[in-house]
């Protein structure tokens, strides 16, 4: 599975847009680029996921460039319980496993 | 709420012991996945388990073995704890094998190894 590379913290204010970013140079033509994010002392929530089109759920958007070397997950409305630890994930359909990176630790404020 | 459980919440152990960790999967679920997350790491991959047969394993060693019964629950087994077993250990149920249905996370069984 093809690595990932995300800066290891953020903040936004409240309110505002939350844009994560994640490097997959190396990703493969059949492999997804997923989302998770964790609060603190949960299990990780799955947010989305896509191939190579831009995709949006009831959560977050994601932004895959057409090189599919990067990606950005965007908060359209940052609150305080977006507050937690977002992980960028490459996932071939070929393997169920999820591989983890250290993620970005995204801190709201007010 | 993912539908998921796992019990016990909190388990303190000495080294050398052995543990059972139990994982319920979301309903109509067949695929259970354990990680293992260190503190201040990310969950990693330990094994799957699909229609109670082994589909796939981490780089972990033969002592963390596992089961999944006929109504896919699921059980993590760890002989012979050593220190750095303490982590916070997560289940994860999911619909079918090699598909692109996301997996559904417990809350996790923090282990303690003294």
């Known amino acids: 599975d093809a690595k990932t590379t995300q800066p290891p913290s953020m903040d936004c204010a409240e309110g505002r847009a939350a844009n994560l970013p994640c490097n997959h140079s190396?990703?493969?033509?059949?492999?997804?680029v997923y989302w998770y994010r964790q609060i603190h002392s949960q299990g990780p929530q799955y947010i989305i996921h896509g191939l190579k089109n831009n995709e949006t759920n009831e959560m977050a958007s994601l932004i895959i460039t057409e090189d599919r070397k990067s990606s950005t997950l965007i908060l359209p409305h940052a609150t305080l319980r977006d507050t937690a630890v977002y992980y960028c994930i490459v996932r071939s359909l070929n393997t169920d496993k999820l591989i983890f990176g250290t993620g970005t630790r995204l801190q709201v404020f007010p | 709420e993912t539908g998921v459980t796992q019990s016990p919440t909190h388990l303190i152990k000495t080294r050398g012991q052995q543990v059972t960790l139990r994982c319920s999967s979301q309903s109509g679920h067949n695929t259970v996945s354990w990680y293992q997350q260190a503190l201040g790491q990310g969950p990693q991959f330990i094994f799957q388990?699909?229609?109670?047969?082994?589909?796939g394993r981490g780089n972990f060693p033969p002592r963390f073995s596992g089961l999944q019964f006929p109504n896919y629950s699921s059980e993590l087994n760890v002989n012979a704890l050593e220190l750095d077993d303490s982590a916070l250990y997560l289940c994860?149920?999911?619909?079918?094998?090699?598909?692109?249905?996301?997996?559904?996370f417990g809350p996790g069984t923090r282990l303690t190894v003294l």
């Open positions: 994860a149920s999911s619909l079918g094998r090699g598909s692109y249905n996301e997996q559904f």
């Open positions: 388990y699909y229609r109670e047969e082994e589909n």
């Open positions: 190396t990703i493969s033509g059949n492999e997804y």
